[in-house]
C-alpha cells in the first residue's frame, strides 16, 4: 500500500520538532499507537504525531511533507466510525487537538469563529448565554470537534430541520499540500463569490486540505422545546409514521426510532423506564414558538394514533426531556458492551421507503442469522444498523460483511445511498459503484490530483 519514497528520517523528525516542539511530537510506537485507530474496525501505525498550535505551524508541517514526500492524515478526537483518521499509508498525523480556541462569538451578525479542535459540546456551552445555538448535533457532541465533523460532514438528530455541518459553514481557513495558507467563504450569511470551496471542504475527510480555522453560522434558540416518546406495538407502523408525519408537511426538529432489540439494550444497560414490549419507539422533538408548538402536537398526535400508535409520553420538564435524550444517546455505547466488535452502519435512503428499508434490514439480518438493532434519524431517511459481533470468528464476520453487502444493494435499489453522516473512509469505497458511475469518481480524482498533486493528504482513503 505505501507508495511513498521516504520515510520519517532523522533529517525530517529534526525539522518537524523544529517546528512544533519535542513536547508536541510522538514518534515512539507505544506513544503512536492509539492514532492508528477511530471508532471503526481497521488499524494502521503512524510514524508520527505532530500537535500543531497555529495555522503557520501546519503550513510549515505540510511543506516539510511535501518536501518528503510524507502522507499526512488530519485528525480531531478519533470518533469517526468509518476509518476516515486511520493513517491507512503511514506517515505523519496532525492531531488538531491543541488547536482548541473559540476565537469570536458574534450573535448580532450570526457567526462564531473556532479553531478545528474545538469539541462541538464546548461551542455549545459557549453559546448557550446569548441564547444561540449550533445546530449540528452528533452523537458524539461532547467528543468531536469542528474540524472533524466539517471534514465528515457530520450531521445529528436535530439535522432533520436544520440541516447538516455544510448548511453552517461560511467559510474556512485551509493549509494546502504544499503549505499554502488559503481562505474561502466570509462571515457573511450570503456570499456568492465564486467557487463554494468551503463546502467541498465539507465531507472532504481530510483529503483535499488541513481545516485551521472556520467561521460557523449559529442561530437563536427556539423558545419552546417540547419532547415525546411513542411506542408501537409494530415496527412496521413505527417507519409508516415517521413517513406519514413528514408528508403532512411537518418538519420536526428530531425524529429517531429505535427498533425493540435497541430500546431493550439501553434498557438493560441504563434502567431508564423505556417500554420493553414495544417493537417500535419513536424520540420526537418539535421545537419554535409556544403556541406553533402546539398546534404541530396535535397534528403529531393524530399521524401516530392514525399508525396504531400504543403509548405517548410527552416529557413535562426539562429533567424528563434529559432523560428520554439520554436513551437515544447512550445507544451506541450499549451496543459497544454486546460483543467485542461494533458495526455501526448509516445508510440513508428517502423518507417513504423507510418502511421498506426497515423491513429489509430485518430480513436481511434474519437470513444470515445476525443479530441487529435498528436506530435512524428517521425523519430524514438515516438509518443505523448496528451488528454486535465478533471479528476475530471468521465465519459470523463473513455473515456480517454479507449482510452489509446486501444491505448497501437494497439502500442503492431504494432511491438511498451509502452514507448520511458518517462518510465512506475505508469502510465503504467499495460500494461507490452502487451510487456512482465511473465517470463521476473520475471527476473527484481530478479534484483531488489537482489540489494534492502528491497524494499526500490522507491517501488511500475514497479518492
Ligand atoms: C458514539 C458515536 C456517535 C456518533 N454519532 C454521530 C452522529 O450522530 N452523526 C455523525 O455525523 N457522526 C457521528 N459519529 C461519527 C463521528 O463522531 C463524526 O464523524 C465526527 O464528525 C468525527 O469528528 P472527530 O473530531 O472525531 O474527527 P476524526 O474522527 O478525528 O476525523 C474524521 C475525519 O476528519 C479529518 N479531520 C479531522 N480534523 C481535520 C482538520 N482539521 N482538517 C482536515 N481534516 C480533518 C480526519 O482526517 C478524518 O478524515 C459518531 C461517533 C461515535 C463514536
Partial sequence: MNRYTENITDEVKQALVAVVTEARFLDRPEETACYAYDAFLEEAMPQA????????EVSEILKIASAHRIPVTGRGAGTSVCGAPIPLCGGLVACFSRMDKILEVNTRDRYAIVQPGVVNADLQKALAPFDFFYPPDPGSIATSTIGGNIAQNAGGPR??????TMDYILGLEAVMADGRIVRFGSRNVKDVTGYKMASLFCGSEGTLGLITEAIVKVVPRPE???????TFSDLDDTARAVSDIIGSGILPAAMELMDKFTLN?????ADLGLDRE???TLLIEIDGVKEACEKEMARIVDQLRANNAVHIEEAATAEEQARLWTARRSAYGVFAKLAPDIFSEDVTVPVSRVPEMVRQIKAIAEKYGIVTGVLAHAGDGNMHPMIPADRSNKEEWERVEKAFDEIFAAAADLGGTLSGEHGIGLAKTKYLPLVMNQDSVDVMAAVKKAIDPLGILNPGKFV
Fill in 224 to 230: 419552546t422545546t417540547k419532547t415525546m416518546m411513542v
Fill in 49 to 56: 504525531v505532530v500537535f500543531p498550535r497555529t495555522t503557520e
Fill in 265 to 269: 439494550a439501553i434498557e438493560e444497560s
Fill in 278 to 280: 414495544a417493537e417500535g
Fill in 159 to 164: 439535522c432533520l430541520k436544520y440541516g447538516v
